[in-house]
């Protein structure tokens, strides 16, 4: 894969130019105001009764309701939950976004799944940082950037590669390194990634360990210890050094014993059901489930949200994460 870095980029293509973000939450935050220590014109574009509304104002961007933030802007920005954007989009960007604009998004599910189909003239592009949108602002800050992917689905004034080079340098994602992909790579892999290893795979794995243990008759606040709170060790490690750093760190009796046993616990047979769930992302099964949930006002997702903070483990963790945080 090619990769981008400050030097091929020119932030003057956003000379004049108006960038309206759609959304002000976990990426439209983090985006907007980077962009706008960058030097770029931003608009932030929120519902007006919404909490957003007065976080923008008070972080001193400029704000106003989505119509308005898309009409006269040259790069909209579909930062809103996916399931949140097809509507905002019929409603205000659809009948406001002008001939020669980008749309932009962060994610490929709207245009790999079409719960978006955007107009003709204008460019429709993506910039997909790897991270949280906390971290990007805190490395931001820090005077670097996240690595980031783009792609461009349609280019119809010729600069859309630029343009979507030139918000990842808003970002700082070119200090650090940008890939380009397609919106459906994109959307494939992060959604098998979420779910089969990072969101999904992580947390089961915590579950059932911890299940274990205090099913073994040993203490929750150990099993906890030993499960969860440790995870974010090796995790680090990992990701510092790759598995050899992390096999170097930990003792030879980890090493040794990681080693001989992890297979008995995700093996060959974990690997025929993710490639089922691959499947089912890229034939649209998880996407037909997932917005038929939309529709239904998400009730199942609350009500699993809901499970999920009856478990002993994540009342077991309250209580010790407490412990962490310094009382005086
Ligand atoms: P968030 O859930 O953080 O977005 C919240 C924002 O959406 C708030 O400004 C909120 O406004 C607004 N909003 C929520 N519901 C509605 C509604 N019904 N009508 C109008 N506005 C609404 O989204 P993310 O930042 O997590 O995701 C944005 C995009 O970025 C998605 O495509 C996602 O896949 C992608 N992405 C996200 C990452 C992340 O770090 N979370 C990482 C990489 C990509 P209000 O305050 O008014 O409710
Ligand atoms: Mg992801």
Known sequence: MQLYHDNDVDLKIFDGKKIAVLGYGAQGRAQALCFHDSGLDVTVGVRKDGASWNKAKEDGLKVAEFADAVKGADVVMMLLPDEVQPKVYKEFVEPNIKKGAALEFAHGFAITFKTIIPPEGVDVI?????A???????????????????SIHKDVTGNAKQIALGLAKGLGATRAGVFETSFDNET?????????????????LIKRGFETLVEGGYPPEMAYFEVLHETKLIVDLINKGGFE??????SNTAEYGGLTRRERVVNKESKVEMKKILKEIEDGTFKN????EWDADLVNLKKMENDEKKLQLEITGKEIRSLFQRKN
């Open 126 to 130: 993506m910039m997909a940082p790897k």
């Open 132 to 150: 949280p949108g906390d971290m990007e602002r805190l490395v931001f800050l820090e005077g670097f950037g996240v690595p980031a992917l783009i």
């Open 188 to 204: 494939y892999t992060d959604l098998f990634g979420e779910q089969a290893v990072l969101c999904g795979g992580q947390t089961e």
């Open 245 to 250: 750093l992390m096999w170097h760190v930990v």
């Open 289 to 292: 489930q997932w917005t038929a």
